[in-house]
């Protein structure tokens, strides 16, 4: 598992641009290396921002948007559209910009579909599966990029502290009572994120910089789901210096003037 590497940028803006330009390069080189990749979108504000700013840049068109998995780490469990659905934001910020492959971005449905949270879940973990190599050696193919957002309460995906959800070993699990409305989420479990190959966590503001100081501190990972965002070979905490504000000195690299 790899330890957290802390790059602080100036503002929530020029973080969203810095960790969109990241994450062209990113998706570029897994596509160079093996001509598809597989990418984790987070909702949250700066998840959004930073798929906004991905449509802004005319160096988008350096990814192959076909060759593209897109997978979501958590959805709320609300009907197709909903303006709170993770995916919409998505949809609306990038996806619809962008010439992605319909059959290649996984949604997580909702209850819309017929189905409970739990099959939904069920039904995710099953398109996980079918989508893994023998390479991956597990239920789930090794995503390239998984991106999170991290809440105050240390949240991340729709892992909130102390929630059962946290102990579970399938790679998706449907949540209810989520503190942070709507209750009813499906979300990738622990296991599943540290599976990726990379993992960003993305944050900005004060009031997120409690929790970054928790996440970067060896919490334990039920009490600070943030603590147990690590990649197998990279682990980014992407930061703006309000949400950096409490990590001890030395810990974060300044990358903005
Ligand atoms: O509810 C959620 O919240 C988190 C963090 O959101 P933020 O707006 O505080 O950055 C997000 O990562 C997660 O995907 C989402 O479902």
């Known amino acids: 598992m790899s ?8 503002d929530a803006d020029l973080l969203a641009k810095a960790v969109a330009a990241r994450l062209i390069t990113g998706l570029v080189d897994a596509q160079v290396a093996k001509g598809s990749a597989h990418l984790v979108l987070t909702g949250g504000g700066m998840g959004v921002a930073t798929l906004a700013e991905v449509a802004a840049t005319p160096a988008r068109d350096a990814v192959e948007w076909p060759r593209l998995d897109i997978w979501w780490g958590d959805e709320r469990f609300l009907p197709a559209g909903d303006p709170e659905r993770n995916e919409t934001g998505a949809r609306e910020a990038l996806l619809d910009h962008v010439d992605v492959n319909p059959a290649r971005v996984h949604s997580v449905l909702g209850p819309d579909s017929g189905m409970t949270a739990e099959e939904s879940a069920d039904r995710y973990a099953d398109e996980l599966r079918a989508m893994s190599r023998n390479e991956d050696h597990g239920p789930v193919p090794s995503f390239d990029i ?6 105050p309460d240390g949240h991340v995906a729709s892992l909130f502290p102390g929630m059962p959800a946290l102990y579970d070993e399938r790679p998706v699990v449907a949540v209810h009572g989520a503190p942070k409305p709507p209750p009813t989420r499906i979300s990738m479990t622990q296991p599943t994120i540290r599976s990726a190959r990379e993992v960003w966590v993305i944050a900005a503001g004060e009031e997120k910089a409690g929790a970054v100081r928790l996440a970067l501190q060896e919490s334990g990972p039920v009490q600070v789901p943030g603590a147990g965002a690590r990649g197998r070979l990279r682990t980014l905490f992407l930061l ?6 409490k990590i001890p000195p030395g810990l974060g690299r300044p990358a903005s003037p």
């Not at 330890?3 to 100036?10: D, F, Q, W």
């Not at 998984?146 to 809440?151: E, F, H, S």
């Not at 703006?240 to 504000?245: P, V």
Request: net charge positive; glycine share 10%; proline share 5%.
């Open 3 to 10: 330890v957290p590497s802390v790059l602080v940028h100036r």
């Open 240 to 245: 703006d210096r309000a949400a950096a504000s």
């Open 146 to 151: 998984l991106l999170l957002g991290l809440g």
